[in-house]
């Protein structure tokens, strides 16, 4: 008996001995996976990520994903490994809400930093100084504030620009004309177009999105704010303090902060107008060095040779070298991921042969997608669109048309205007809209440059 209580009581010093041995492991131990928020993100091997779409955040382009935002999160992503899942909010509003639902780890937008967020958000990245500019054309520019009483100024209806108009107004006693856009189809970055284009002389802009517009006109004048500065930055939960950590890790290396400037030289410092050379001659019958291409690959698709060359003239003024900010290259500007789709290497885009062959066979890909645009003439217009915008974004285009009681076998005022109702939150949020954000005003333009300069090589040069 007093042998089987000793060892009983060796038994209960064994195990007294292994629970104080545990415990000193786990105090002792370094955080694990479990415990250390962004080691649970690695182990996942997925990242998601929570933006709005937008010109200057995240968007869809020729069917790949582009936005100075998501760009910057994209490299964060793969330099850890890691896939990137992007959730899309409806507004700004709903970022917040939906981290701390913990529907993704990080906001990868500029989210404001004000006193009672920082109850709910642990900030990272590097810290952003935002406000509202007055956009203006450069001939003439006003110099202060001060200056824009008897002016007219022009914002969209029940924008934050309105609003802070409005304040503007009061703080200066009144006098300037407020106009307010109610088309539902003109937003800010439209009015920044009506500016450059002399249609209207002022507009406010967030400064990013300015600095955007003004990659697109050299003619505008971005200097005179008319706001507060705020201070902005990505967002996580606070208690995921070590993704937080290992996002202000990893923008603090020198190679990440020259990536990152290069991708913010993109967006909002490179010029995006393609240069104003002239049209080639066509004197002798001849449009470009590259008419029998356009003529034996036309023939693949039965169009006329001469709208392909006015197709290559738009895209690239004939230059075949020509590399465009988001990456396109070759005389039909083709995106590496669509070459790549017809095998056609990384080297080889540059060759007209073989970029005017894959330019064709993208647009059969697109004539096979719309099927259901009937009349020849009509279907050339939509197959523009498709080759500059990206299928999806015709066909979000068609079903917002259809919805909204357009014609949808018409592109000129039908769903062309649908397509400008891609830029507006009430309508690329529509849930017929399944790639959401486009500026398509970029798009239209291009059809109608496209189909004028056809009209004008079928005037000079014979079939």
């Given at each position: 008996?007093k042998?089987?209580?000793?060892?009983?009581?060796?038994?209960?010093?064994?195990?007294?001995l292994?629970?104080?041995?545990?415990?000193?492991?786990?105090?002792?131990?370094?955080?694990?996976?479990?415990?250390?928020?962004?080691?649970?993100?690695?182990?996942?091997?997925?990242?998601?990520?929570?933006?709005?779409?937008?010109?200057?955040?995240?968007?869809?382009?020729?069917?790949?994903?582009?936005?100075?935002e998501?760009?910057?999160?994209?490299?964060?992503?793969?330099?850890?490994?890691?896939?990137?899942?992007?959730?899309?909010?409806?507004?700004?509003?709903?970022?917040?809400?939906?981290?701390?639902?913990?529907?993704?780890?990080?906001?990868?937008?500029?989210?404001?930093?004000?006193?009672?967020?920082?109850?709910?958000?642990?900030?990272?990245?590097?810290?952003?100084?935002?406000?509202?500019?007055?956009?203006?054309?450069?001939?003439?520019?006003?110099?202060?504030?001060?200056?824009?009483?008897?002016?007219?100024?022009?914002?969209?209806?029940?924008?934050?620009?309105?609003?802070?108009?409005?304040?503007?107004?009061?703080?200066?006693?009144?006098?300037?004309?407020?106009?307010?856009?109610?088309?539902?189809?003109v937003?800010?970055?439209?009015?920044?177009?009506?500016?450059?284009?002399?249609?209207?002389?002022?507009t406010?802009?967030?400064?990013?999105l300015?600095?955007?517009?003004?990659?697109?006109?050299?003619?505008?004048?971005?200097?005179?704010?008319?706001?507060?500065?705020?201070?902005?930055?990505?967002?996580?939960?606070?208690?995921?303090?070590?993704?937080?950590?290992?996002?202000?890790?990893?923008?603090?290396?020198?190679?990440?902060?020259?990536?990152?400037?290069?991708?913010?030289?993109?967006?909002?410092?490179?010029?995006?107008?393609?240069?104003?050379?002239?049209?080639?001659?066509?004197?002798?019958?001849?449009?470009?060095?590259f008419?029998?291409?356009?003529?034996?690959?036309?023939?693949?698709?039965?169009?006329?040779?001469?709208?392909?060359a006015?197709?290559?003239?738009?895209?690239?003024?004939?230059?075949?070298?020509?590399?465009?900010?988001?990456?396109?290259?070759?005389?039909?500007?083709?995106?590496?991921?669509?070459?790549?789709?017809?095998?056609?290497?990384?080297?080889?885009?540059?060759?007209?042969?073989?970029?005017?062959?894959?330019?064709?066979?993208?647009?059969?890909?697109?004539?096979?997608?719309?099927?259901?645009?009937?009349?020849?003439?009509?279907?050339?217009?939509?197959?523009?669109?498709?080759?500059?915008?990206?299928?999806?974004?015709?066909?979000?285009?068609?079903?917002?048309?259809?919805?909204?009681?357009?014609?949808?076998?018409?592109?000129?005022?039908?769903?062309?205007?649908?397509?400008?109702?891609?830029?507006?939150?009430?309508?690329?949020?529509?849930?017929?809209?399944?790639?959401?954000?486009?500026?398509?005003?970029?798009?239209?333009?291009?059809?109608r440059?496209?189909?004028?300069?056809?009209?004008?090589?079928?005037?000079?040069?014979?079939?």
């Amino acid at each position: 008996m007093k042998k089987s209580v000793n060892r009983i009581s060796q038994l209960w010093l064994l195990v007294c001995l292994c629970c104080i041995s545990m415990l000193w492991v786990c105090c002792n131990t370094p955080k694990t996976s479990l415990e250390n928020d962004f080691d649970a993100i690695k182990a996942r091997g997925e990242l998601r990520v929570l933006t709005l779409m937008g010109s200057t955040s995240y968007f869809y382009y020729k069917g790949e994903a582009r936005g100075y935002e998501y760009e910057v999160v994209k490299q964060f992503a793969d330099d850890n490994g890691l896939s990137l899942k992007v959730i899309v909010a409806a507004n700004e509003g709903m970022l917040t809400q939906m981290l701390q639902d913990t529907v993704a780890d990080l906001i990868a937008y500029d989210v404001p930093i004000i006193g009672n967020s920082r109850e709910q958000l642990l900030y990272c990245g590097p810290e952003k100084i935002c406000e509202q500019v007055l956009v203006q054309r450069n001939d003439n520019p006003v110099a202060d504030v001060v200056e824009l009483v008897g002016k007219d100024i022009y914002v969209e209806k029940g924008s934050k620009y309105e609003q802070r108009l409005i304040r503007l107004n009061n703080e200066l006693g009144g006098g300037i004309n407020i106009c307010v856009f109610e088309n539902d189809s003109v937003v800010t970055e439209d009015l920044i177009d009506m500016v450059a284009d002399g249609k209207i002389d002022y507009t406010l802009a967030d400064a990013n999105l300015a600095r955007m517009g003004r990659t697109y006109y050299s003619n505008l004048d971005i200097y005179v704010k008319v706001s507060f500065a705020q201070r902005m930055q990505w967002a996580v939960r606070k208690d995921c303090k070590y993704l937080a950590q290992a996002v202000d890790e990893w923008m603090a290396q020198p190679h990440v902060i020259k990536t990152i400037e290069e991708i913010g030289n993109r967006y909002f410092e490179k010029s995006k107008k393609m240069s104003e050379s002239s049209i080639m001659s066509v004197a002798e019958g001849r449009i470009s060095p590259f008419d029998e291409i356009f003529k034996r690959e036309a023939k693949t698709i039965d169009w006329d040779w001469r709208l392909l060359a006015a197709m290559a003239y738009h895209e690239s003024r004939f230059d075949s070298t020509v590399v465009s900010w988001r990456g396109a290259k070759g005389i039909m500007q083709l995106m590496p991921a669509t070459a790549a789709a017809f095998g056609l290497s990384a080297d080889s885009i540059a060759n007209t042969d073989s970029n005017v062959k894959v330019a064709v066979a993208t647009l059969q890909a697109i004539q096979r997608s719309l099927v259901s645009v009937r009349e020849p003439e009509e279907e050339v217009k939509f197959m523009l669109a498709a080759y500059n915008a990206g299928i999806g974004h015709v066909l979000d285009a068609i079903s917002l048309a259809k919805k909204y009681g357009k014609n949808e076998q018409i592109w000129y005022g039908e769903v062309e205007e649908a397509m400008y109702m891609k830029s507006n939150p009430q309508y690329y949020n529509d849930e017929v809209c399944r790639l959401g954000y486009f500026r398509g005003r970029q798009t239209t333009t291009y059809v109608r440059d496209v189909m004028a300069l056809y009209q004008y090589y079928c005037e000079k040069i014979a079939l």
